[in-house]
């Protein structure tokens, strides 16, 4: 079956940095669209990035771009979040997800599997 293990969240100073890791098994990871979603405490889910593992395309949301890197790893079947310059904004609960549209964003539907989520927690 499906399974996504996120790793990597954290206590962090805001500036700091963390990469969070998303391990994928069940499917045929090297040709899928995944994506990287966050919930903030009291909030909705927001997407944060995806990327295309077959063509190493990727796409952020505006408060991710500049300051957030998607990259996937295929041998690995890994992808990865580089969070840089983390504002207490980004303290959420971000969760690893397998879309089947590109244009996933905010559209819940379009999402197939998740992970369990790691903590990500930005304070001083």
């Known amino acids: 079956q499906v399974q996504l293990v996120e790793s990597g969240g954290d206590l962090v100073q805001p500036g700091g940095s963390l990469r969070l890791s998303c391990v994928a098994s069940g499917f045929t990871f090297s040709s899928s669209l995944m994506f990287w979603v966050r919930q903030a405490p009291g909030k909705g889910l927001e997407w944060v990035a995806g990327?295309?593992?077959?063509?190493?395309?990727?796409r952020y949301a505006d408060s991710a771009k500049g300051r957030f890197t998607i990259s996937n790893d295929n041998a690995k079947n890994t992808v990865y979040l580089q969070m840089n310059s983390l504002k207490p904004e980004d303290t959420a609960l971000y969760y690893c997800?397998?879309?089947?549209?590109?244009?996933?964003?905010?559209?819940?539907?379009?999402?197939?599997?998740w992970g369990q989520g790691t903590q990500v927690t930005v304070s001083s």
């Open positions: 997800a397998r879309a089947k549209s590109w244009f996933a964003g905010n559209d819940w539907s379009s999402y197939l599997d």
């Open positions: 990327i295309n593992t077959r063509a190493d395309r990727t």
